[in-house]
């Protein structure tokens, strides 16, 4: 190596310490405040508790005030050792939200243990009022802190500089993606393509810097401090390795995408097999007591759902009669499980003539394909856009949820003439379950998803079912609709 590469590469690697030392800070600032906040809730829930089991302070044993004060720092240790911490979760909710429950029945188990060894008669009543609570104020506040974080993420900050390497597709699939979805906290500065570069320049708004070779010269120059690595024949398991190595000088943080698209973590396991660590992957489970227990908890929520909105359903109707006369229902086929088309039941938004207007407005159409969508609609009815801004015209769905042919949470119900075009593609995997009320698509932009992005959703919803993302989407769906976002 000459002296002048030496001193190149003297150089390279503070301006990168630099951009790292940036991401620590941050990420040790928000653990700081987090840290704070666990204790908090930690401390508020045991004070209730000892409050509400010990009504007169007179007779308050001073055990339980030590107990009080000591279960924040017991709370913040169980977080650590269950990763509560980690800063690969940061702002991701799911795995944030199932370490805290794991923290929680680990402390609960400890509490329990420690007082049969020490033969400390605890009171039954304050632990089953100070770990719950504590749980569910902690998961309050760790929400508002991630609210907190994707709203400052959305403005620019908080997040990792990010070089995208592999097929110029892909790197223009992922720079979109996470351009749509900054929450994520990444954002891609710049690319290093396979094959020859000297066609591009830019790639989707992001600058070229050269070929897989050169990745290392990308974070220096860009003064990255994450590569996202898109799945590519180029960078075989050899190739790979070396560029891992070359990054760990930098301590640059490295994302790999799989080969296999839409499968979640849960359907896939590590197993070790002739000295090959081999990726495992499950078939999709849609039958057994998963499914008997999703259309349980279906009909069962749209059955209280029905009976406690009948005055919502009553005032909705009367609104739709008052308007123009017209009937208040609107009934349109729609293709379920299986390719079995059933009647989708919605409150009637347009004017009654609607369909003989649509001809009229086929060349406006600014929808995503087979589906008509037009921002100013003139078929749609003054009180009709205030119900499709809130999605209250989607409510009676309810009803065919409760005979089962739909369910809470699904791919969104297709038209007859959007499945006529499938031609024995993927998609056809959106129609082996039930269509939804509400789904992924629903709470990722709604009107303004183009056709391929609702479809993609839609299959990953069908390859990643379970009740825990059903919860998921339904808790976001709320949001959405209240806001009115995507709605048009």
């Known amino acids: 190596m000459t002296d002048q590469a030496a001193t190149a590469d003297q150089q390279q690697i503070p301006r990168v310490d630099v951009a790292m030392r940036r991401v620590v800070a941050w990420q040790a600032s928000y653990t700081r405040v987090t840290v704070c906040i666990d204790m908090l809730c930690m401390l508020t829930a045991a004070s209730l508790a000892v409050n509400i089991r010990f009504l007169v302070p007179s007779y308050r044993p001073q055990a339980y005030l030590a107990i009080t004060f000591a279960l924040p720092i017991l709370w913040f240790i169980t977080l650590r050792l269950c990763d509560g911490y980690d800063s690969r979760f940061i702002g991701v909710g799911s795995d944030e939200f199932r370490k805290m429950f794991n923290a929680a029945v680990c402390l609960t188990a400890f509490i329990a243990i420690a007082s049969y060894v020490t033969r400390f008669d605890l009171a039954r009543e304050y632990v089953a009022i100070a770990l719950p609570t504590a749980t569910v104020l902690n998961l309050y506040a760790r929400y508002q802190l991630r609210k907190r974080l994707h709203r400052r993420r959305a403005a620019g900050y908080a997040m990792q500089r990010v070089v995208a390497v592999g097929h110029p597709d892909s790197v223009a699939s992922l720079i979109s993606n996470l351009s749509r979805e900054p929450y994520h906290g990444l954002s891609v500065v710049g690319a290093c393509l396979t094959g020859d570069t000297s066609f591009f320049s830019v790639i989707s708004g992001v600058p070229v810097i050269g070929g897989i070779d050169e990745t290392t010269r990308a974070v220096d120059l860009l003064e990255a401090d994450t590569v996202a690595v898109v799945a590519c024949p180029e960078l075989s398991g050899p190739r790979m390795r070396d560029l891992t190595w070359k990054l760990e000088e930098y301590g640059t943080n490295v994302y790999m995408a799989p080969t296999l698209l839409d499968v979640a973590e849960a359907r896939t396991t590590i197993r070790p097999i002739a000295g090959l660590p081999l990726l495992h992957l499950e078939h999709p489970r849609r039958t057994g007591s998963r499914i008997i227990v999703k259309a349980i908890f279906d009909r069962t929520v749209a059955a209280c759902a029905l009976f406690v909105l009948a005055p919502v359903f009553a005032g909705i109707a009367l609104a739709v009669k008052a308007e123009d006369g017209g009937p208040v229902f609107f009934q349109q086929v729609r293709v379920g499980r299986n390719g079995k ?29 087979t589906l008509f969508k037009m921002r100013k609609d003139p078929r749609i009815t003054k009180r009709g856009a205030w119900l499709r801004r809130h999605s209250l015209d989607e409510l009676p769905q ?14 969104r119900p297709a ?43 839609d299959v990953h919803y069908v390859e990643n079912w379970s009740l825990f993302l059903d919860l998921q989407i339904l808790w976001k769906t709320g949001h959405a609709v209240l806001s009115g976002s995507g709605a048009w």
């Open 398 to 411: 309810l009803i065919n949820v409760f005979r089962g042919e739909m369910s809470l949470v699904g791919p």
């Open 415 to 457: 038209l007859p003439e959007e499945t006529a075009k499938y031609d024995g593609t993927h998609m056809v995997r959106r129609i082996v379950v039930k269509p939804g009320i509400t789904g992924l698509w629903q709470v990722s932009g709604r009107s303004e998803l183009s056709l391929e992005d609702s479809m993609r959703l």
């Open 341 to 369: 088309p059933f009647k989708v039941w919605k409150f009637r938004t347009m004017v009654v003539n609607a369909e003989q207007i649509l001809a009229r407005l086929a060349e406006q159409n600014e929808g995503n394909g």
